[in-house]
């Protein structure tokens, strides 16, 4: 049996995305996958940034009534709005049998209302945002509400923290999405008679089979449950083939081999002073180096707390560790991207980056042209080459089936270098828990203990990177 209002905002954006997935949320609740740490994190992400959207609307009144309690709220919302409030939080509505939540409705000084949805996110993206604000633009209006102000109010990359407490007015921005919201909310009654079908019928409906959408825009949580019984395809004993000519362009490779990683953070609320939201800040690195003699050595750094930008800490030692002679190997263009950002950002430092690594300058002196800055001299033509492992070597010269549609170092690994452990038997598996692991080590709350072996793990994955690239490099070298 259905409740009086059945549909929800968060129903209709999974129906958007899949009508089966609205269907399990209904009738199926339970074969939902609880969502990921990361997936927490950011929720978790999401409520402070909601937190800071409210501080900007001091006196506002908050319609604590919860989700069970919808006519509560709402009742709760209409008195408030005929009291005069003038800033509401999680104001209620329905209307169409649809109900929302919105996270401020402020009151304009011409009588009507602004509706403002508050995103962890940096801009309006039409995509994930439209549908949002158009079905509440949509009850809302249905509801009797004059909306004549649709705001998304995300975070200000331009905003750089000076540290302290975040500035509500200075850390957040807002778009005005008006026009397109309230062109949208005109198309959003004629879902509501399928999505009530779909939810009305005894059946699940018939959908394609698992594809892109399943991810996109949004991880779906029944992804698990849908995929039950795919079994990962085995490629059993398929051997690689390698094209010599890639072996021929690794052997002619200059030593030592500096085979280097980096593992970035982006947070949406900066963590160091002197950083911008969603800035990628370099926070660590592994380096393996290769002598022709076949010795191999292994340096690393990792950023100690956030009391400051680590970044000139991450490149002078990064620096002194790579020295001027043979070949920085990387696996994708990543590390080049990043030490080129970081040779524009750090001035004191770019001369001697540019020196170790000459094979930079074009980009950087055109991102220095770009913000109006004047490039340096050409550094010396000596210092490391660079060579992309993942690109040059296993892209372009290893076929086999499981490197089909990536080339990933993941994905490279079980196929060239078996003997070494794979990433799953790490205490961090990939890239998302080790941006959740610096964020929760870099916590001053953190306790030390706990600290400690978020350190050591961060250390285990980051050097599991380099090593990997050694032993791709060594079975490719050796297998002609
Ligand atoms: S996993 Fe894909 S097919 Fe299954 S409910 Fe989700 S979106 Fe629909």
Not at 298 to 314: G, N, R, S, Y
Not at 330 to 357: G, M, N, Q
Not at 407 to 413: E, H, P
Not at 440 to 445: G, H, I, K, R, S
Request: with cysteine.
């Amino acid at each position: 049996m259905l409740s009086d209002a059945p549909l929800s905002k968060s129903r209709y954006l999974r129906w958007l995305q899949c009508p089966l997935r609205l269907y399990l949320d209904v009738h199926h609740r339970e074969l939902a996958t609880p969502p990921s740490s990361s997936a927490q994190a950011r929720f978790d992400v999401g409520h402070r940034i909601g937190e800071l959207a409210r501080a900007r609307y001091p006196g506002g009144v908050l319609v604590t009534e919860g989700p069970h309690e919808h006519a509560a709220a709402v009742e709760r919302t209409r008195r408030l709005m005929a009291d005069g409030a003038r800033d509401i939080f999680e104001a209620a509505f329905t209307h169409d049998r649809v109900k929302v939540r919105v996270d401020v409705l402020h009151r304009l000084d011409d009588g009507g209302w602004e509706l403002v949805e508050v995103k962890s996110t940096s801009r309006f993206d039409e995509t994930k945002h439209l549908p949002d604000v158009g079905i509440q633009a949509y009850v809302l209006l249905g509801a009797g509400v004059a909306v004549r102000r649709v705001s998304l109010m995300h975070l200000d990359k331009r905003y750089v923290w000076p540290g302290g407490p975040y500035d509500p007015y200075a850390v957040l921005a807002s778009t005005d999405v008006t026009r397109p919201a309230l062109d949208y909310a005109r198309t959003v009654g004629s879902h509501v008679a399928e999505m009530l079908a779909v939810l009305e019928s005894a059946q699940p409906p018939a959908v394609e089979p698992i594809d892109a959408r399943c991810l996109t825009p949004y991880e779906c949580e029944f992804h698990a449950y849908c995929t039950r019984g795919i079994e990962p395809e085995d490629f059993g004993e398929v051997v690689p083939v390698v094209d010599p000519s890639a072996v021929r362009r690794l052997r002619d490779l200059r030593f030592p081999l500096l085979f280097v990683d980096f593992e970035t953070v982006n947070p949406a609320l900066p963590l160091f002073p002197g950083t911008s939201p969603f800035e990628p800040i370099k926070v660590q690195w592994s380096l393996h180096r290769l002598d022709a003699d076949g010795t191999l050595s292994h340096a690393e750094w990792l950023v100690e707390d956030a009391k400051c930008d680590p970044q000139p800490e991450f490149l002078a030692t990064l620096l002194d560790a790579l020295g001027t002679e043979g070949t920085l190997v990387h696996y994708s263009p990543f590390e080049l991207t990043h030490l080129a950002d970081l040779a524009v950002r750090l001035p004191a430092l770019r001369e001697r980056l540019l020196a170790a690594v000459p094979g930079l300058y074009r980009t950087v002196a055109a991102k220095l042209a770009e913000v109006g800055s004047t490039p340096p001299e050409p550094p010396p033509a000596r210092g490391l080459a660079t060579f992309d492992l993942g690109r040059e070597a296993v892209r372009r010269g290893v076929a086999h089936p499981a490197l089909a549609k990536t080339w990933s170092i993941k994905a490279a690994l079980p196929v060239l270098a078996p003997h070494l452990p794979p990433y799953s038997s790490l205490a961090i598996p990939d890239g998302d828990a080790a941006m959740l692991a610096v964020t929760e080590m870099l916590d001053a709350a953190t306790p030390n203990d706990r600290r400690a072996e978020l350190r050591e793990a961060l250390l285990r994955y980051c050097e599991q990177d380099t090593l990997a690239m050694v032993e791709i490099y060594r079975a490719l070298v050796g297998s002609a």
